[in-house]
């Protein structure tokens, strides 16, 4: 079945710097790739998603590649700010699922001001 | 529109008792999955069910847990002899359409059952 492996787990970086996030992934027909944010005791929310026929999508400071031939994708974070700090999960389809995503073990985003 | 409702928010139960897990979808969501997270850690993916049928239950404990999402009422997670080993946070989200088809998966704010 689908394996989802993320990293880093912890990732601090200072206020306006760049944060990257990178994801691989084993199904090489997984064709949605998600991701979400959750901060300290609230519930995951998406924050950008892209599917496997782009290569890249971008949403203001948030930045999403894909690379499908190595079976990874990235979260780019620029200009970082303290509002920023949460957890990050990737997720992509479980093989051979009606529906179900399969998530990474999350990277805890710290912002320092 | 509400979201995603889930209760009770805080749950504790002693070992051996039983804990139900309540979740309405969003307005006009017809597909419902129910995942654990346990203290930093990652979403364990559950079981997908569509109303009144379960479609992937493949993230269940064979014992103990079941799930269901009757015609009229919410989603239900129901775990029974609760072990201490069960106490994580449970996620409900929601989908308009089949994932990943379409739309994105709106979770609610989770239940955090406490096994003493």
Redesign the interface.
Not at chain 1, 97 to 106: A, D, E, W
């Given at each position: 079945g689908e394996n989802v492996e993320?990293h880093p787990s912890t990732l601090s970086v200072q206020e306006g710097d760049s944060a990257v996030i990178k994801c691989t992934y084993s199904d090489s027909a997984s064709?949605?790739f998600?991701w979400?944010k959750q901060e300290l005791g609230?519930?995951?929310?998406?924050i950008i998603?892209i599917r496997s026929n782009v290569g890249e999508k971008k949403d203001q400071r948030i930045a999403v590649t894909l690379n499908k031939t190595a079976k990874h994708f990235s979260l780019h974070i620029t200009e970082t700010q303290p509002e920023d700090s949460a957890v990050y999960?990737c997720a992509a389809?479980?093989a051979g699922?009606?529906?179900?995503?399969?998530?990474?073990?999350?990277t805890k985003l710290s912002v320092k001001p | 529109n509400a979201g995603v409702m889930q209760n009770p928010r805080h749950l504790v139960r002693r070992r051996g008792q039983e804990a139900r897990l309540r979740c309405s979808p969003m307005k006009g969501h017809s597909h419902v999955y129910w995942y654990r997270q346990l203290p930093e850690e990652g979403l364990k993916f559950m079981v997908y069910l569509q109303k009144e049928n379960i479609i992937d239950e493949s993230g269940m404990p064979k014992e103990r847990f079941s799930a269901e999402f009757p015609k009229e009422g919410p989603s239900i997670l129901r775990i029974q002899q609760v072990v201490r080993g069960d106490s994580a946070a449970y996620f409900c989200a929601s989908s308009q359409e089949q994932m990943p088809d379409t739309g994105e998966l709106f979770f609610g704010e989770g239940s955090r059952l406490t096994v003493l």
């Open positions: 993320q064709n949605y998600p979400y609230k519930r995951p929310q998406l998603d999960f389809p479980r699922s009606q529906g179900n995503l399969i998530f990474g073990k999350g | -």
